[in-house]
Each structure stands twice: as C-alpha cells, then as structure tokens.
C-alpha cells in the first residue's frame, strides 16, 4: 500500500472516526471502519502458541517449546521455520497480529517471565528474534516486538520505574529491538514499567531511538491495560491502545484534540501507521489476505520434535549418553515430572495443546518390544492442587469426562450450562443477568485419605463436597495486574478426609461482581504418598535398571507471569531424588525441565544433566530422539547459569521505593560472572553433542576500519565417530579501554555440521555494532581506534584461540 493511498484513505475519516480506531474494539480485535474498507484486526499471544480470541480448553494450539528453548537453538534457519509455524497457527486462527516475540532479556535468573525470553545477550536475542519476527510475517501475520523496553522481571511489574543510563539502554536492552526493527517487525508492544520516570506507553524512547532514529514504521501497541492517561501517551508516539473499546482514550482524545491539547496530525500519524499495518495484514478491503495454514498436524508434529532435540542442552555427560537400546533390558523412569511434565510457563502466553507427549510416553515408545520400562513418580512435589482436567473428574449431569460449567441468576436459577474439559475456566459465556458461575464435578478418588481441594478467583466464593460447605470466603482483587486478575487468581485450598473412594461431588460457586476479573479455578490433588517410601520405591527401581531417566522440574506455582522467583530450588525432595537414584545407578540422565535456571546441586553425581527446558507439545519424542542418540542435543546455553542463587552476581528484581535500579551497567549475563570474577555453574554458550570437535586455524583480519564488519573464519574438524553440529563463538575484549566494558562481550556465532573425522569451516560474520560503544555526551555510537582482543571458542568461559585485532580509524 503506497504511502498516498494511505492519505486519501485518511481523508475520508473525521475525527470521531480516527480516534475510534485508535483503542481497541474489544479485548484481542482492533476497530474496523467501512468507510474505508478496513475490517478488525484479531490479536493474540504468543510467544508459546497462538491461542487465538478466546482462552477455552476446546480450541487447541500448536505448543512450542518455550522461548528459553528456542534461545538456545542458536540457528536462525530453525527459528525461522518456527516463525513460519506461528504464523500457519495464526491464519488457522483467524489471528492478523501475533504477540511475540518477547525481546527482555535474562537480566535475573529469578524473573518469573524468564522462560518467555530468549537470552542473557542482546546479541543472540536479537538474531533469534529477528529471525522468529522475519518467519512469522513472510506468511503476511504480524509480529510484535514485546515489551518494550526494560521490562525484563515481574515484581511491581505494572509500576515500576527501571533506572538505566542512556548507554546501557542502547548497548543492552534496546538492541534487541533494534533488530527486530531491522528485520522490518510490523508492531512494538510498550510495556506496563516506567524507564527513567517516563510510563512507556507515554515515554519519549517511543519516538526516539524508535521511530526516529530506527525508522520504525509500524505500530506501537501499549500492553494490555498499560494506557494511564490520554493526552502524554498521544503525544508520545503511542498508536493502538488494548484492550477497549473503554480507556483513556477513546472520547477522551477526540476532547483533548478538540482543546488542542493534542495536535490532530498525531491522531492522523497513529491512523496513517495502523491502516499502513491493516494493508500488511490484509485487512484493507482491496489487499490479499494468506487463506490456508501452511502447516497440516503432521509437519508440525515433525517440526516441533526436532526443536525439542534441537534447543535441549547437555550440561555434561559421563560417556552415558546415548543410551543404545541394544544395552537395556530395563529402564527406569522416575519422577513425577516424567509423567506430568512441565511443557509451558505460565500466564498470558499459555495455550491449549491438542496432544502432548510426556517424557514417559515418549521412552515407552522409543523403547517397545525392545526394553521393560518402568516408571516410579517419586515422592510428590508439595505443590499446591492442579486445576480439576478429564482424568478423574465426571461431569455430573452428563457423565462426560471433565466438569460442568453454569450460570446462575440472582435466585440461583440456571441460566447457562455447558460441559468443559477442565476446572480452569477463564472466560465463562457473557449472560448479562447471571450472578454466580458454578463448576462442578464428580470426583473418583484414587485413594482415601487427605485430600487438598482449591478455588482460585476474586469475590465470594465457596466450595462444597456432597453439599457440606467446606470453603466459605470473600477474597477481594487487590492487584491490577491482568495476569493475576484474569489468568492466575491466587488459589485459596482447604484439606479434607475422604474416608472412601466413592465418588464425591464437588461445587465450586464464585460470585460474578465487577471489577473481580472474569477467572474461576478449582483445583484438587490427592494424598501424597510419604516422602520416605517413595523414595525408597525409586531407588529400588534405579537399582534394578540398566539405567535410570530421572525428570526433575519447576511448576506452575514457580515460572509464571505476574511473579518473580523467590529462589532457583527444584522444590520437593527433587534434589534428594536425583542424588539417591544417582548413587545406585551410575547411567542416570537427569533431565531438567524448567524454564530457567535452576540449582543442581547434585550435577556432579549424575552420569549426565540434560535440560529440556519448558519443551511443548513434543517434549517425549524430542527427548527420546536425544536419549537414544536417534538425534543429538543441539542446544548451546542462552544464560549463564548459576551454582547456586548466591553466586549469581545481578539477581535483585526487588524495587526500592518503586524503582529498580540497574546499576550493573552493561555487566549483564555472562559480562558480569566475568567482572566479579565468579564461577558459575555452566557459562553462556556451553552444550555438548555427541561428537568431539578439534579447533584448528583461525583466519581474522589483523586490522579493521571504523563502520566495517569482518569475517573470522574457523576451521575445525570433528573427531568423533558420528556426525555432529558445532556452535562457533567469537567474542571481544579491549583491557584499556578509556571507556567502560563488559571484561568480554559477544560479537557472533556460526554453526557447522560436519560428518565423522571431517573437516568444516565456521564462518563468523561480526558486524561493526560490535566494536562500537554508545557516547552518552555526543548521543551517538562511536567507536575507540586501538587493539581489541579477539576470542574464538565454545563458551564465553572456553575460549581456545586469541588474536589482536586493530580497530583504525578508516581514513587512508
Ligand atoms: C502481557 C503481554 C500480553 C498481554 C495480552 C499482558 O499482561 O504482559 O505479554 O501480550 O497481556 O495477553
């Protein structure tokens, strides 16, 4: 759409029409306007899935593995292949604008949305993001570059104000989103926090660096509710406002621009660039618009198993993995998380899969007719209920699986009914006269014995077993923040004994009032059984196998949106578990399913750490294809991870009279274990396959001019008796240096593939950016001439090769 077009489509709106555009029509569409051919647009999250317009359990989605997981792929091809997947979920879903890829960075290992986000680095989370942004809109769906900027943990989220130099902005957590730019990304998604006192959706970093020195020419989208006032954010460069059709702007603009508070070539701006988006998107009657999903069930399948392989990282490995069929007669598979595994974080981006494959699952097929399996969960992991799902629940008026969900008028009379799959319900129908949403169920004990059962919401709520009220409570909303309002309510629990395993009815009532969000949970988990017993049971099973899988992990209650973590423990008796299955079976794989770090306090005593991350909708195929070397594990790590919380040198998330200061400079991630001169656990950029590799020369420019690239060239070969994929990583130092520097910073990577005992060469392109630092008193990038070092290795702590390399000044 040429940029006159876009002005006479203007010319037909008035004012009352522009501003109408500028909020949303409701939660996830954008406003259409006849007198221009311009229909709504569908919005949806992202980053896991593409949920589409409603969160119902009946409306499935492709799951990806989480955004940690496709950090650590290290292969933009990959990524973008996975962009190409979003973006066939989207047109299946009717979706014009997808909302991903999150662009924070893994600031503290304790930020509750860490799993959302790629990387430490702004380097390797601005390829993979561009990458995943340039996937995703070739199908012609939008991508959203989110949340700018500075929104990288959770505390205080809505209101924080992130105290960060200009430099460290720039270099940091703005480049991300430079190269979503770059890569031409159609939205930028303002966050809820403040950055130097400024709200964002309000902040002057919208028009510059963005929109002026970028030249972004899409659409700024405030997140959900982040709008505060009408007219700053107006002036500020802000385009769309969601949700709506309420907010501050809607009539309220059209009165600011009416008082000239607010000057109509700004509405006329936010229009020229929303109607510039509906032409991209096709929703501007004339333009074309993608029909079909390019992905049918089984390429997704495919796709996403060889991600999870892809994206998992071997930590270490004791000559254990792979493990080869032909050696095993029996395996065990132990911990809770083999059967009931992690496969998405929490919060807005979560989606409903239409399968899902456990790590158990996937060994028991990988392993038919060839090995017995045999699974022991372990002690349970004290977390509190699990939303009620079709496994032991009835619905009781139809019998199905599942529960019932209704809606009650003021006099309890039924206004609604209808049968749901699962007691997390979080957008019952719209019935304006109903009072009271009630989910019940016929609960089938497994066992008698104390039973823990839940509610979660805001407003009275009650719970009965048989029709004894067993929860009786008016639990009023106390935060304004949407992820704890309408996708994860605090859950409130009572314990109680059930002396048989006849079924029980269980009733859930929340009243409907306003302002009290629209979710209601209800939640049971049966007795667990003695930590010491099952315990024994698993290292009974371990000692009797050939070898020993043990799936260890994080919860719901752990990563989530809306909270940070208080520690990086396992929880439960994991760490008890690993070890006492470790110490009778020396081939014991711990695998690791969370979404960020963890502790491993027992890393050393396992014959191999696999992390598999939150891995989706195939986390069972993908990790069988490692475990039996069907596939190597391809991962590199995204994020420096920690021994223990302690030793992590930026973990405070906490502000301090609503600010939260960034004082670490530019020394994030790997920069800053390397400054205090710490040890972590495992550096950035590290990952084993199942090959061995050789380094040989290194070809790299002894000099380079201001403004240029240049090219290191690696070769090396793999000494391994199988084929093998290898992560080259350059990085830079520059010890006296008159400005303040990270000890040592990435500059770029390369991957190769190499069969056995063959030779490849790596070829690293580093792009000037990275010899160039940004000058807060000329407010512009320059660069230092002089010596910088030059490191070639496979970590940022296993550097093999070093050179000198002269920067000049280009003239002559
Ligand atoms: C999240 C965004 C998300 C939006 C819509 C917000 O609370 O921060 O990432 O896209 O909700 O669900």
Redesign the pocket.
């Known amino acids: 759409m040429s940029e006159d077009m876009l002005d006479r489509l203007l010319e037909k709106l008035d004012l009352v029409q522009k501003v109408r555009l500028l909020s949303g029509a409701t939660t996830w569409r954008t406003a259409g306007e006849q007198a221009v051919g311009l229909r709504e647009m569908v919005t949806s999250?992202?980053p896991a899935g593409v949920r589409g317009e409603a969160w119902d359990e009946r409306l499935t989605s492709a799951l990806l593995p989480s955004a940690s997981a496709i950090g650590a792929l290290w292969d933009e091809g990959l990524v973008e292949e996975l962009g190409g997947l979003l973006a066939s979920e989207a047109v299946r879903k009717g979706v014009d604008v997808v909302?991903a890829p999150t662009l924070n960075l893994h600031r503290t290992p304790l930020g509750g949305r860490h799993f959302e986000c790629f990387s430490e680095d702004p380097v390797l989370t601005g390829r993979t993001g561009a990458a995943l942004v340039r996937g995703i809109q070739a199908a012609g769906v939008a991508a959203t570059a989110?949340?700018y900027v500075a929104n990288d943990s959770e505390t205080g989220r809505m209101h924080v104000d992130v105290r960060v130099s200009e430099r460290v902005l720039r270099e940091v957590y703005l480049a991300p989103f430079e190269a979503a730019v770059e890569a031409g990304v159609w939205l930028v998604m303002a966050g809820y926090n403040s950055v130097n006192g400024a709200t964002m959706t309000a902040s002057p970093l919208l028009a510059e660096p963005l929109k002026g020195d970028w030249g972004f020419d899409g659409v700024v989208v405030s997140?959900?509710g982040a709008l505060r006032s009408t007219v700053e954010p107006a002036l500020a460069a802000l385009d769309l406002a969601m949700p709506g059709p309420q907010g501050p702007w809607a009539e309220s603009l059209v009165r600011a621009v009416e008082d000239g508070l607010v000057p109509e070539r700004a509405v006329d701006e936010k229009v020229r660039r929303l109607l510039r988006l509906a032409g991209r998107v096709g929703a501007l009657g004339t333009s074309p618009r993608p029909r079909t999903p390019a992905f049918g069930p089984d390429d997704t399948r495919t796709l996403l198993r060889r991600t999870v392989a892809a994206g998992s990282v071997l930590l270490s490995n004791r000559a254990v993995l792979p493990l080869d069929p032909a050696s095993l007669a029996t395996v065990a598979v132990i911990g809770v998380h083999a059967g009931s595994p992690r496969l998405q974080g929490g919060g807005?981006a979560g989606v409903f899969p239409a399968h899902a494959v456990t790590p158990l699952d996937g060994i028991r097929a990988r392993l038919e007719g060839l090995a017995r399996v045999v699974h022991v969960p372990g002690p349970g992991l004290g977390v509190p209920p699990a939303p009620l799902g079709t496994g032991w629940c009835s619905d009781p008026r139809s019998g199905e699986p599942g529960v019932l969900l209704r809606l009650l008028d003021e006099a309890g009379h039924e206004l609604h009914a209808e049968h749901r799959l699962s007691g997390r319900q979080l957008e019952p129908p719209v019935v304006p006269a109903a009072r009271t949403v009630e989910i019940s169920a016929l609960v089938r004990p497994q066992a008698a014995g104390e039973w823990t059962f839940g509610i979660a919401g805001f407003g009275r709520m009650t719970l009965a077993l048989d029709g004894r009220t067993v929860l009786d409570g008016a639990f009023p909303c106390t935060t304004d923040d949407?992820?704890v309002v309408h996708v994860n309510p605090p859950l409130h629990t009572v314990r109680t004994t059930l002396d048989t395993t006849q079924p029980v009815l269980l009733t859930a009532r929340r009243e409907l009032v306003p302002g009290a969000g629209r979710a209601t949970v209800v939640a049971a988990a049966p007795p667990e059984p003695g930590a010491a017993a099952a315990l024994a049971e698993a290292v009974g099973a371990a000692r009797d196998a050939d070898a020993v899988i043990v799936v260890v992990g994080t919860t719901e209650h752990t990563e989530t949106?809306g909270h940070d973590r208080g520690d990086l423990r396992l929880g439960g008796h994991q760490d008890a578990l690993v070890r006492a299955v470790a110490a009778v079976n020396r081939r014991t794989v711990a695998v690791v399913n969370s979404g960020g770090p963890v502790e491993l306090p027992w890393r050393d005593e396992a014959g191999a750490v696999l992390l598999t991350w939150f891995p989706g909708q195939e986390a069972g195929t993908g990790l069988a294809d490692v475990l039996f070397g069907d596939a190597e594990p391809g991962g590199r790590l995204p994020t420096t991870w920690a021994a223990a919380l302690a030793d992590a040198p930026v973990t405070h998330a906490h502000p301090v009279d609503g600010r939260l200061s960034y004082g670490e400079g530019v020394h994030i991630g790997h920069r800053a274990w390397l400054l205090t001169g710490r040890r972590p656990a495992y550096w950035f950029g590290h990952g084993l396959g199942y090959t061995t590799w050789e380094y040989g020369a290194v070809e790299a420019p002894a000099a380079v001019a201001e403004g240029s690239s240049f090219t290191v060239r690696v070769g090396l070969r793999n000494t391994g008796d199988r084929p093998g994929r290898e992560v080259v990583q350059v990085y830079l130092a520059r010890p006296r240096s008159a400005v303040e520097r990270p000890a040592r910073w990435f500059a770029g990577y390369a991957a190769v593939h190499a069969e056995a005992g063959a030779w490849a060469s790596a070829v690293v392109e580093v792009p000037a950016r990275a010899l160039r630092h940004w000058s807060e008193a000329e407010r512009s990038w320059r660069t230092e001439p002089g010596a910088y070092e030059l490191l070639v290795g496979r970590s940022a702590g296993d550097l093999t090769w070093s050179g000198t390399l002269h920067l000049h000044d280009g003239v002559g």
Do not use: F
Request: no cysteine; charged share 35%; aromatic share 10%.
């Open positions: 999250d992202g909302l989110k949340h997140d959900w807005s949407p992820a949106e």
